[in-house]
């Protein structure tokens, strides 16, 4: 059964500086998730990785999956309060009928001013 | 933007009474799932449902636990007989295809007293 570790599990960080999430599996996993939470609120979709060397950008975020190493990062550039949130890696696989998310323990993201 | 809407928004209910959870996926959208989430801890798949039947289901999906889809928009959850562990946020997801991310509801907070 597909397992997701996170780390860190609680980030705090300045804005303006650049920091990594790392999202490790632990099987064979044909595509990757990344989902912002906001506290109290519903899963976001941030973004959607589905191959070897896969590479998206979006604003000050940017993820990025290396299936080889099980590893996919999320990756902040210049933090701004705004993107404090916390931040979920999902894997999933192709399975017929069914395509359910595996999630990672999350990482609480807190940006400060 | 289409959204999965999730009613009620906060569901309190004596323990062992029966719960019904609703939901209403994008409309062409054509695979389903119920996840949870205890507070303050990871996202939890439930249940996968396509074609008009389960496609999967966890080991928290056990007989106190079902789903229906009875008239072609809904998708409810039902507990039989609630108990207090199974306080907790239940989102539902809906996606077109394997391919797709999986859309989420702002879900149910549901407290067992």
């Known amino acids: 059964e597909l397992k997701v570790e996170q780390n860190p599990l609680f980030l705090s960080m300045q804005e303006g500086k650049n920091y990594t999430i790392y999202c490790n599996y632990s099987?064979?996993?044909?595509?990757l998730y990344w989902y912002r939470q906001d506290p109290g609120k519903s899963l976001e979709s941030l973004f959607v990785l589905l191959s070897n060397g896969a590479v998206k950008q979006e604003g000050r975020l940017m993820a990025s999956l290396d299936t080889k190493a099980r590893l996919s990062t999320l990756h902040i550039t210049a933090a701004v309060h705004d993107l404090s949130a916390t931040y979920f890696c999902?894997?999933?696989?192709?399975?017929?009928?069914?395509?359910?998310?595996?999630f990672g323990t999350g990482t609480l993201l807190a940006v400060q001013p | 933007e289409p959204e999965v809407t999730q009613t009620p928004s906060h569901q309190v209910t004596q323990m062992g009474q029966e719960v019904i959870l609703r939901c209403v996926p994008i409309s062409n959208h054509l695979y389903f799932y119920w996840y949870r989430q205890i507070l303050g801890q990871k996202v939890e798949f439930l249940v996968s449902f396509y074609n008009n039947e389960i496609s999967e289901k966890s080991e928290i999906f056990d007989d106190q636990f079902s789903v229906e889809r009875p008239d072609g928009s809904n998708f409810t959850l039902k507990i039989r007989s609630t108990k207090l562990e199974d306080s907790a946020m239940y989102f539902c997801?809906?996606?077109?295809?394997?391919?797709?991310?999986?859309?989420f509801g702002d879900g149910t907070r549901l407290s067992i007293l």
């Open positions: 999902a894997g999933g696989n192709y399975g017929g009928a069914t395509n359910k998310l595996i």
């Open positions: 997801a809906s996606s077109g295809n394997n391919n797709q991310p999986q859309h």
């Open positions: 099987t064979t996993s044909d595509r």
